[in-house]
Structure formats: C-alpha cells, structure tokens
C-alpha cells in the first residue's frame, strides 16, 4: 500500500488566519508517502512565516506571483512526481489523520479508475457544518457541480489531457472534470468516506449570476445544447438568453460578459 504516492498541492495568498490548520491537517496523516507541495502567491502577511514552520514536512515551497489560483494550481502540477494528485486549498483541512491511508487503500484495489473521489463537510465563518456527498452521474454532475478538495486523480490523467484552462476564474476545476470525464472518457470512482472539511466562502447576488454565466460557458464548451438542457432548471432566464446568443453567432463559446442576468 505505501507504493502509493500522494503528491499533495496547497495554493495561499495572505492566508495567515487559514493556513496552519490546513498544513498540520497534512503532517499529521499516519500515511507517510507523501510529496508536499505549496505555491504561495508572493503573501505579505505572515503566511510565509508560518509555513517555514513546517519546512521539514514540505518538499517543494515557491512563492511568486500568480495570475490566480488555476495558475498556481497548474504551477504546483509541474512540481508533482506522485502517483496521485490532490489540491488542498488553504482555510480546508483533511478530515482526519486516516484519510490518505484510506485513499491509498482504494488506490491499491482499484487500480483502473483514474479518478477518486469522497463526500467533504463544509463550514462557514460561524463553524456551521454540513455534510455532502456525491454519486456519479453526468446529471447530478452537471447540476451541482463537484468539490475538487475530495478528488484525488492519478498524476497520468493530468499529464495526458492537461492542467487548468486559466480562462475560467471560477470554474476551471470543474471544466477540466468535464473535459477528462466526457470529452477523454476516463473513469471516476465514489469510495464513500468523508475527505475534507471544506471553508465556503460567502457570494453576493452579483459574484452568484457572474459565477453561474461562467458555469453555463464551462457546460456548454463540454457538452453544448444537451449540456444546457440538463441544467435548465435553475436559473432558466440566463440560460436561455445564453443558448439564443450563441445560436446566433458564429463562435463555439460566447461572449457571456455583456448578457443581462434578469429573472
């Protein structure tokens, strides 16, 4: 089992409040074979301060600037020599001390699937908490979305379709999912065991509609009109006026910038 390789990447920028608990959520795992990897965005707190405590337990620590968190994600691929990949943003923390012997376990028996992936439970500012979990399914997919923080894929899958599209601000974890799943046909596997306590940051109503116009581009760049259909229920207004504009024009992707988002 511990022929298993986890490269672990964690991404910060001004993250002093957030960033010891995710790295001692990493130290502390009783599975050992583990390549630590952190890409700072040149922070000017006292981030930086804080992650050289862990110097010993990080193979790789580079801070430089950044065109965003896909960037650096992207940054932190060219660095991973595991033979899985995990992005652990800063503020989320592993679940537990168990958690990557778990993964490694699934990763021994199953060796075929490309993609792994468990359930998370979210908290807010006031350590509110919910648990969530997924099924595999285009629909359930298209619809919610997926939390990259419980995906573990094998660094192969990452070398022979790519890294993050840095076009998307917000939804570039979930067009590369689209990309693998649909467009390369590569498998994903739930193994059903709780990975990671998520922080969900706050949007407000206009972060929501821009956030959502992006999710339309990524469905609808993957999987076109049949894409659209699957999601048509909510937010049905901007939808619509996504799918006429681009039905009218010539380009395969459209410009949603100027779209009015009215319900």
Avoid at 180 to 191: E, N, P
Wanted: include cysteine; charged fraction near 25%; proline fraction near 1%.
């Amino acid at each position: 089992m511990n022929d298993c390789k986890i490269s672990i990447i964690t991404v910060c920028f001004n993250c002093e409040e957030l960033i010891d608990r995710t790295i001692k959520s990493v130290v502390e795992q009783s599975y050992t074979n583990i390549q630590y990897i952190i890409i700072d965005g040149l922070s000017s707190d006292r981030t930086l301060e804080i992650v050289k405590k862990y110097e010993k337990y990080i193979e790789i620590l580079v801070s430089e600037k950044d065109d965003g968190i896909y960037d650096a994600m992207n940054k932190g691929l060219k660095y991973a020599t595991g033979d899985l990949v995990y992005f652990l943003n800063a503020g989320d923390y592993l679940y537990n001390s168990d958690v990557l012997k778990n993964i490694a376990e699934r990763f021994c028996a199953d060796p075929d699937n490309d993609i792994f992936y468990g359930d998370y439970i979210y908290y807010d500012v006031v350590d509110e908490q919910r648990c969530s979990s997924y099924r595999t399914g285009i629909q359930d997919l298209i619809r919610r979305g997926y939390c990259h923080q419980t995906t573990f894929a094998k660094r192969s899958t990452f070398t022979k379709y790519g890294g993050f599209n840095t076009n998307y601000k917000i939804y570039a974890d979930f067009d590369w999912l689209l990309r693998v799943l649909i467009g390369s046909g590569q498998s994903m596997k739930y193994i059903g065991i709780p990975v990671v306590y998520y922080l969900k940051g706050g949007e407000s109503e206009n972060q929501i509609i821009t956030n959502y116009l992006e999710r339309i581009k990524v469905i609808w760049g993957n999987m076109g009109i049949h894409g659209l259909l699957l999601l048509g229920i909510c937010f049905p207004s901007i939808i619509w006026r996504y799918l006429i504009k681009q039905m009218s024009g010539s380009k395969k992707l459209a410009e949603i910038d100027g779209i009015e988002a009215k319900n």
